[in-house]
C-alpha cells in the first residue's frame, strides 16, 4: 500500500500557503514557494527520507496534466486572435525554445555544471508534466528538472511582467507570449490574476507548443553537441 504522506501534506501545505494572501509580506511570495520551502524544512527537521515523501507526492504531477489542458478554454474563445497573430507567434515559439535551451547550456557550461546537470536543466521553461518527460527521455535527473522548473515559473511570475514592463513591452500579445514561452504555468496564473485576456491566451499556447518543440529540439541539440 503506497503511503499517502508526500500527497497529504504538500496539499495541506500549498493550501496553508495560499491563505497566507493576506499577510502583507507573504502576499507578495508566490504560494508554491512558501509551500516548497515548508516542505523542505518538515523533512530535514524529521529526517523523512525524500523517498518515503515522492512515494505519494508523485502523482500530483498526474494532476498537472489536466490542469495545463484546461488552459486550452480561452485559447478556444480567442481563436481569431491566434489566427490575426500567427506569424508573429510561429516565430516566437522557435526562437524562445531555441534560445532557452542555448542561454542554459552556456550558463551551465561557464558554471562548471556536470553534463547530467546540464542534461537536466535544459527543459526548465517548460511546463513541469513534459519537462519530467524530457529529462526521463534524455537520462536526465527529473527530480532536479522539475525544481529548476518550478524556480523558473516563479521567477517569472514574480518579475516577468516588471521586467517587461521596465523594457517599455506594453503589447498584450508580446507579454503574453514571452510570459508563457518562458515561465510556463506559474506565469500564465500571473496573466490570469492580472485580468488580461489576450495574455492569458498568448501564454497559454505559448506554454503548450513550446513544450512540444523543446522536447523535439533538446534530443537534437544533444546530439549536436555530442559530435
Do not use: W
Request: hydrophobic share 55%; net charge positive.
Amino acid at each position: 500500500m503506497i503511503n499517502p504522506f508526500g500527497f497529504i501534506i504538500t496539499v495541506l501545505y500549498y493550501k496553508a500557503a495560499e491563505k497566507m494572501r493576506h499577510i502583507p509580506f507573504a502576499g507578495k511570495i508566490p504560494a508554491i514557494v512558501i509551500a516548497g520551502v515548508m516542505l523542505v524544512l518538515t523533512l530535514e527537521i524529521f529526517h523523512i527520507d525524500y523517498k518515503i515523501y515522492n512515494e505519494s507526492a508523485c502523482y500530483l504531477t498526474l494532476i498537472l496534466i489536466p490542469a495545463t489542458i484546461a488552459l486550452g478554454y480561452p485559447i478556444y474563445k480567442n481563436i481569431e486572435l491566434l489566427k490575426k497573430n500567427k506569424r508573429i507567434i510561429y516565430t516566437a515559439f522557435v526562437a524562445a525554445s531555441a534560445f532557452a535551451i542555448a542561454a542554459t547550456y552556456v550558463a551551465a557550461q561557464m558554471c562548471h555544471a556536470d553534463f547530467i546537470v546540464i542534461e537536466s536543466l535544459l527543459p526548465k521553461s517548460v511546463t513541469a508534466p513534459i519537462a519530467v518527460e524530457i529529462s526521463k527521455e534524455i537520462n536526465a535527473i527529473p527530480e532536479l528538472t522539475a525544481c529548476v522548473v518550478a524556480l523558473t515559473g516563479v521567477f517569472g511570475g514574480m518579475f516577468g511582467h516588471r521586467i517587461l514592463k521596465m523594457i517599455k513591452v506594453k503589447n498584450d500579445v508580446a507579454i503574453g507570449l514571452s510570459i508563457g514561452a518562458a515561465s510556463h504555468v506559474i506565469g500564465t496564473a500571473r496573466c490570469i490574476q492580472e485580468n488580461r485576456e489576450k495574455q492569458v491566451v498568448m501564454a497559454s499556447v505559448a506554454l503548450v507548443i513550446v513544450g512540444i518543440i523543446t522536447a523535439i529540439i533538446i534530443p537534437l541539440f544533444l546530439v549536436f553537441i555530442k559530435q
